[in-house]
């Protein structure tokens, strides 16, 4: 089953499309990293997704049911900007308010799950204003979980934050998926670190959906290469050149795609004069298959 499933959806903003077609697929219990560039359409379409625009057409199914089900809508947690908080109030009454809102049964055993969820039990107290940037987008993760959705939705949660921040948010991500069965769908920047939690991604471009995979795809997609360094950079590429397929120079370094075997290519070298100074393998990662299927489809 899928949690999210989109076709053909289109909107626009005085005429101009923001969303042109685009198909999603999200898988229940997926991480599903959500890239493109600036502008591309990502907040458009959890914008959407959570009902907060209304699309000009197409299909939106949450759980094999329009998206506007009011069963469906409950499911559906979202933290998209910001957590809509009050910056005087305390963490624990801005989740006290939110619960009495959704009309909670049980409030404060719903808030203690959120809080210990977002690892906030022993801050509960303190004002959101006095919150650090890491904190308020943990509380704004906590107000999303009230009611126990099955669906959360994240516009950039990790931006902005050091690298502990990073960690626990990857941690909590992480929990609410295996141990609350919840499914996320995540729109990020930071590729490297989208890397370490994904287990699916969408790539957008202008509107429509250009690429879905599992990270399992990505990772047979994803080409190795060796890299290397010698004092005659653009003779040694020659001498590679001779043997190997694909050789190219990337700034300081000469990369041989598609072959790990780097004694063939230090013995090959060796014995055209060249005295390799220093080698690598190396394997491509989001980052960089991105930047390369972004620059094939320009133009
Ligand atoms: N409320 C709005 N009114 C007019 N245009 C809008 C509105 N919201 C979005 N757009 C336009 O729709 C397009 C898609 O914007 P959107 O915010 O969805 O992109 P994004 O992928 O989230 O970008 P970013 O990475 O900068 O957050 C952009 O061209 C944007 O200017
Ligand atoms: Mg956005």
Redesign the pocket.
Known sequence: MNAIEIRNLSKS??G?Y?LDGLNMTVPVGAIYGFI??????????EKLICGHLVPDGGEIKLFGKNYTDPGVRVRVGALIENAGCFPGSSVYHNLRMQAINLNLEKPDEEIQRVLKIVRMEDNAQLKFKKCSLGMKQRVGIAMALLGDPALLILD?PINGLDADGMRLMREILVDITKNYGCTVLI?S?LLGELEKIATHYGI?RQGKMIMEMTAKELEGRARVFVSLKTKDMDGAKTVLKQKFQDVRREEDYLRVYDVEDTESIVEHLIKNGHVVSEIHKNKIGLEEYYIELMSQKEG
């Open positions: 903003f005085r101009l923001a493109g560039e600036n502008g591309s359409g990502k907040s458009t379409t950039e729109s920047h957008i």
